[in-house]
Nanobody, 119 residues
Framework: HVQLVESGGGSVQAGGSLRLSCDIS????????VGWFRQAPGNEREGIAR??????FYSDFVKGRFIISQDNEKDTIYLQMNNLKPEDTAIYYC???????????????WGQGTQVTVS
């Protein structure tokens, strides 16, 4: 059973920073995508960042403020979130799967989500 586990959410004031972590040690398929999605109240879940073999992608909403990275030794991916805005308030999910599915917003494996609140 593949399980991704996020941590690092919380509450922060606008302009502040948070770093999310996702343990992907149960996910061992090399060459697939891992990434971060978020869902704000009343909104659809959206992909905001993904990483594939070292290459990265960011949505326009977070580009320049968020950084996705992967530590292969620790089997962990991170999302460093800087200059947070109230509109970043959402539940954040890490996800993994075949890249076309991740790009389409339908990766096979999801974490349980972690709440980020920006006031």
């Amino acid at each position: 059973h593949v399980q991704l586990v996020e941590s690092g959410g919380g509450s922060v004031q606008a302009g502040g920073s948070l770093r999310l972590s996702c343990d992907i040690s149960k996910y061992t398929v090399v060459g697939n995508c891992v990434g971060w999605f978020r869902q704000a109240p009343g909104n659809e879940r959206e992909g905001i960042a993904r990483i594939y073999l070292g290459g990265t992608f960011y949505s326009d909403f977070v580009k320049g403020r968020f950084i996705i990275s992967q530590d292969n030794e620790k089997d962990t991916i991170y999302l460093q979130m800087n200059n947070l805005k109230p509109e970043d308030t959402a539940i954040y999910y890490c996800a993994a799967g075949r890249c076309p599915a991740v790009v389409a917003g339908a990766p096979r494996y999801w974490g349980q989500g972690t709440q980020v609140t920006v006031s």
